[in-house]
């Protein structure tokens, strides 16, 4: 059974660095095929995809985020502790939103969708 | 602005069926797969339909996907309160910097 799970602050202030953490249990984020991404879903707002990282280090796009975000965001992994973690520098009230993390299935992207999401978790910027 | 375009709000009575639209482009829906997921405040989205068409293990039957073109289609019958949700459809745009790209959501009301 697959499972994730957020973790993180509440509350962030405004430029702060948010750091987010994403444990799962039910499988291994060390082979092709597998991904976890971040997406966030502002109040009234749409869903957003954030960024992605693949188990297969040798992809050469092993990690990507949103061009939109530009290098404001990071993802990396640990698979010794099951874990991807999400960082995004210079928060600001806009980025105000319920982030979650999802298991995605496929190998490649025209073919893959996340099957499994975590809860999410509300982080609110505000000073 | 979302890639994708959905209705911002569908309503109908419980035991009708509703249809919910996608609209994209060739370079997204009508060149690839469409997802669709339910989301529920306070509970992990849901993965409702992928393929364009398949529903995952638990997913009753009652919802449906089509796809034709630059448009997809998600469809739900016999309406259950518990249906009531926010609804997006999601794809690959092969223009696009990004692994996937969503739709702006579709609340559905069961009246």
């Known amino acids: 059974q697959i499972t994730l799970q957020e973790s993180g602050p509440t509350l962030v202030k405004p430029t702060q660095t948010l750091t987010l953490t994403c444990t799962f249990s039910g499988f291994s984020l060390t082979t092709g095929g597998v991904a976890v991404g971040w997406f966030r879903q502002p109040p009234g707002k749409a869903l957003e995809w954030l960024a992605l990282i693949s188990g297969n280090d040798d992809e050469d796009d092993n990690e990507r985020h949103s061009p939109s975000l530009k290098s404001r965001v990071t993802i990396t992994k640990d698979t010794s502790k099951s874990q991807v973690v999400l960082t995004m520098t210079n928060m600001e009230p806009v980025d105000t939103a319920t982030y979650y993390c999802?298991?995605?299935?496929?190998?490649?992207?025209?073919?893959?969708?996340?099957?499994?999401w975590g809860q999410g978790t509300l982080v609110t910027v505000s000073s | 602005q979302s890639v994708l375009t959905q209705p911002p709000s569908v309503s109908a009575a419980p035991g009708q069926k509703v249809t919910i639209s996608c609209s994209g482009s060739s370079s997204n829906i009508g060149s690839h797969y469409v997802s669709w997921y339910q989301l529920l405040p306070g509970t992990a989205p849901k993965l409702v339909i992928y393929d364009n068409t398949k529903r995952p293990s638990g997913i009753p039957d009652r919802f449906s996907g089509s796809k034709s073109g630059p448009s997809a289609t998600l469809g739900i019958t016999g309406l259950q309160t518990g249906d009531e949700a926010e609804y997006y459809c999601a794809t690959y745009d092969g223009s696009l910097s990004a692994p996937v790209v969503f739709g702006g959501g579709t609340k559905l009301t069961v009246l």
């Open positions: 999802a298991h995605r299935t496929g190998y490649y992207d025209f073919l893959a969708y996340f099957d499994h």
